[in-house]
């Protein structure tokens, strides 16, 4: 299994605070991403990074931001948590930019009360 | 069309059966894609990859059917083991590299 580690695991948090997830990996591999999991959605990507410090938007980065300061760490930041950021959030990697394989974190889930 | 559809079953077996599921896209500038296995409450884990013609590894063969459109991922001899749900990743449209990941279909696979 590719070494990606998320935390934490879980997590409840109240609305209007701030919430931030961290993605650390082991593989240096040059690509990161954030995606979120819903029930009725497929996994929908927030943000990429194909570098430290080059990030990008995905299909639904409204009320998230990232960064990354060093290859082996990827954080999302909820700036103010929303009930409707209550999801499973997963880190994926991969060492060449998509589309390409992908593996996969173990995931976050997040409940904003 | 959606970018990607699939159906979401439950596709419900017996142990031993052949199964084969699709997925249908819209971008037919697509090179690439792929199927992902999840597991309940568990990450998505690389299944196989479809660039060409189709793959085959054991008892999964996936095949790309470009004039129609779609991918199938074809599972022989199902094991209790494989019920999980298969997720198909296809390129997004429009020069965009965001993936675009269908529902997925879950299977189960019963003694």
């Known amino acids: 299994d590719a070494g990606i580690t998320q935390s934490p695991r879980h997590k409840v948090t109240e609305t209007g605070t701030p919430v931030t997830l961290r993605c650390h990996q082991t593989?240096?591999?040059?690509?990161m991403y954030w995606y979120r999991q819903d029930p009725g959605h497929g996994l929908r990507l927030i943000h990429y990074s194909y570098g430290v410090k080059d990030t990008d938007k995905g299909e639904v980065s409204d009320g998230y931001s990232v960064s990354r300061s060093k290859t082996e760490d990827f954080l999302l930041t909820l700036e103010s948590a929303t009930s409707s950021q209550t999801s499973v959030y997963f880190c994926?990697?991969?060492?060449?930019?998509?589309?390409?394989?992908?593996?996969f974190g173990p995931g976050t889930r997040l409940t904003v009360t | 069309r959606k970018e990607v559809e699939q159906d979401p079953g439950p596709f419900n077996v017996p142990e031993g059966a052949t199964v084969a599921f699709n997925c249908t896209y819209s971008?037919?500038?697509?090179?690439?894609f792929f199927w992902y296995r999840q597991d309940c409450r568990k990450e998505p884990k690389l299944l196989m990859s479809?660039?060409?013609s189709g793959n085959e590894d054991g008892r999964f063969t996936a095949q790309l059917n470009r004039a129609s459109q779609y991918i199938s991922l074809l599972i022989r001899d199902s094991k209790l083991s494989d019920s999980a749900t298969y997720l198909c990743v296809v390129p997004a449209s429009g020069g965009s590299y965001i993936p675009t990941f269908g529902r997925g279909t879950s299977l189960i696979v019963h003694p």
């Open positions: 479809v660039y060409s």
């Open positions: 593989e240096n591999h040059r690509y």
């Open positions: 994926a990697i991969s060492e060449l930019g998509i589309p390409t394989e992908q593996y």
């Open positions: 971008n037919s500038a697509s090179q690439s």
